[in-house]
């Protein structure tokens, strides 16, 4: 890893699945499979890193399922590297019942009611099992906003949860002989700026291969996203990888990396694709809207993507007011590329030293909208 | 057009936009996109024409749209050749309210209910508005079983159509100095031998560039369509092109082929993808059943398709359990292959002289059901 003068950093991960240069964008295949695309396609668009996760692949089809046969690569059919989420958000934000407890957080499944006990350990060895080039801890998550008493709770047992997670994951990682697997901590606090710095320093005492930034990007104001985030990677080392999950808005990635980010991951280009919301150079277009019935210029005229290079505006408006199968194909590819294709431009501004340039750019785009 | 002893025929119809050997199957991309494939893959896999169709298409986005932005081809973006149904068939099917007079048939449209009026010279017009490489006449479709009075008079009618709808595209493609476009009668008749004769003969007469047989596939037995496709074919013209509507399951297509017919096309390969229904060389595969869940074969052991070439019945059936977008792609890329593969399979089967052993040999497989 290496700095540049205003905090962003060019850097290189070598994973068992290949090198990924950051900062780096990651799309969200929860359940083993980035929704609407073939991993060919994610092959072409130059994914190298993509995201599972834990909750999902445990609850369906099994953890012990994928370990039989070969790990999550050889099972989904992918060589290149797997980042899995801890499951944390998914217990808090999906399940049932939950409560929890020291040990854990009890739930219900919200496929089948079947109740479950995750604890640091388990999410931990249900990673290993999975084969993860980049596994998460167990932390807890919380409501945003919450009092302090529940935020300075939630940093404590996210540590304590931590150290657990990872005495079991280097034991494990060493009685199989191997510790090619990463483990990263996860840094809570809610909104507040010392509890967030509690929380980076504890973890950085337990030693982890990296480090994320979680608990943000869940409905407080970009500012204090980028403040919370900033209190974290002041205090990281440079030498290890810095993840803020969940994030984020096109225009908003630049500001992330500038906070000396390297990994992030969203399902906005995915899921908004669905919804037939696709992000161009100029900004996001409702391709669903009337106006573009009768236009013919690709999603995007400056895009080299295998959409643009083919299919209209008119032709995409058509499909998704059909409710077309393929609309939600193109869509997907085009806002994959997108993203992939500005952290490339990302990582070019901060080689040539001039990324505030770049993103004052970008955002002056966004906030015109398009043309 | 060469017919084989058997009445199989290997030929080649050259349209505008490519040549095509057949007997082809045709995938049907009724709202100018085939459900879960770009059209890359389609050309990928050897497709060299797909369906359209009439009713779809005039309701959403227009044809007076699509005549505006260069005609159906430039729309899609498709260069390959494109047969469009008429909208007989949807008018019957989906429509509200219909009502069928001598003029036309007067209906609701499903998607908002607004009244339309479709006759044979509308059709006709529509179709050469969207480009269609071959155009169908209107037909007057009706349910089956019917009464022989209500098929002879749908018989009538259909004859009286296609007369005027003959006139009228002849009489637009050469006011528009061109011929290239094909337009094809329907033979109805019901399941009734005699009025199959009548309408196949008076079709004759009207001198078409080609000759569908619809109304068939619609409930009635193998052994019934076969027997009236047969009627059909038995009288029209070697040097024309014989299409059959609707048509088929894999197991059947080569019995259609050994009646004379060049032509096919059916929802089945992609509708029944998507509902976790796949093709192979042993029969049907029900892919979401419980017993593939750890089978790391592919869906066909001896398929060269990329799906075949990288993914397992775990892995599918996993996609599927999920609800993934993914897994019908996957299998809706698959069962195309299979189909398109098989029409390969069958023409070279003709060149060889042993369609009816190729056949047998396929219908066994598909009676023994997968091992």
Redesign the interface.
């Known amino acids: 890893m290496k700095a540049d003068a205003g905090g962003a950093r060019r850097g290189r991960l070598t994973t068992p699945h290949g090198a990924i240069e950051t900062p780096v964008f990651m799309p969200v295949g929860t359940?083993?499979?980035?929704?609407?695309?073939?991993?060919?396609a994610l092959e072409e668009l130059g994914a190298r890193i993509i995201l599972g996760n834990t909750y999902?692949l445990y609850l369906?089809?099994g953890h012990e399922?994928i370990r039989?046969?070969g790990g999550l690569h050889k099972?989904?059919?992918w060589d290149r590297a797997i980042l899995t989420d801890s499951g944390g958000y998914q217990v808090f934000s999906l399940s049932e019942l939950r409560k929890i407890t020291n040990e854990g957080v009890r739930f219900r499944s919200h496929l089948d009611g079947s109740e479950h006990l995750l604890t640091p350990e388990k999410a931990a060895e249900i990673q290993l099992a999975l084969g993860a080039d980049i596994a998460m801890v167990l932390d807890e998550c919380i409501e945003t906003p919450s009092p302090r008493e529940i935020a300075q709770a939630a940093v404590k047992r996210t540590t304590a949860w931590a150290k657990r997670a990872r005495a079991f994951f280097l034991q494990q990682a060493l009685r199989n002989g191997e510790l090619s697997q990463w483990q990263f901590g996860i840094v809570q606090g809610a909104t507040f700026t010392d509890l967030r710095r509690e929380s980076t320093q504890q973890l950085l005492e337990i030693d982890f291969s990296g480090y994320a930034v979680g608990g943000l990007a869940v409905g407080e104001p970009h500012a204090v996203t980028c403040e919370m985030a900033a209190v974290a990677t002041e205090l990281l080392p440079r030498e290890k990888p810095r993840y803020l999950m969940g994030v984020g808005r096109p225009e908003q990635l630049a500001d992330y990396v500038a906070l000396g980010i390297d990994m992030m991951d969203c399902v906005l280009p995915t899921r908004a694709a669905?919804h037939a919301c696709v992000y161009t150079s100029e900004g996001r277009v409702i391709i669903k809207n009337a106006r573009y019935?009768?236009d013919?210029r690709p999603l995007d005229p400056v895009c080299s993507c295998?959409v643009c290079k083919?299919?209209?505006r008119?032709?995409l408006r058509?499909?998704f007011?059909?409710g077309?199968?393929?609309?939600?194909?193109?869509a997907t590819h085009h806002n994959i590329h997108f993203y992939l294709d500005f952290m490339r431009q990302i990582r070019e501004a901060i080689e040539f030293g001039n990324l505030a340039k770049f993103s004052s750019e970008v955002q002056a785009r966004y906030a015109a909208g398009p043309a």
Chains 1, 2 share one sequence.
Do not use: C, D, N
């Open positions: 359940q083993a499979a980035v929704k609407g695309l073939r991993h060919e999902h369906r089809p399922l039989k046969l099972f989904m059919s669905r019935a009768q013919q295998s083919r299919y209209t008119a032709y058509h499909l007011a059909a077309e199968l393929t609309a939600a194909i193109l």
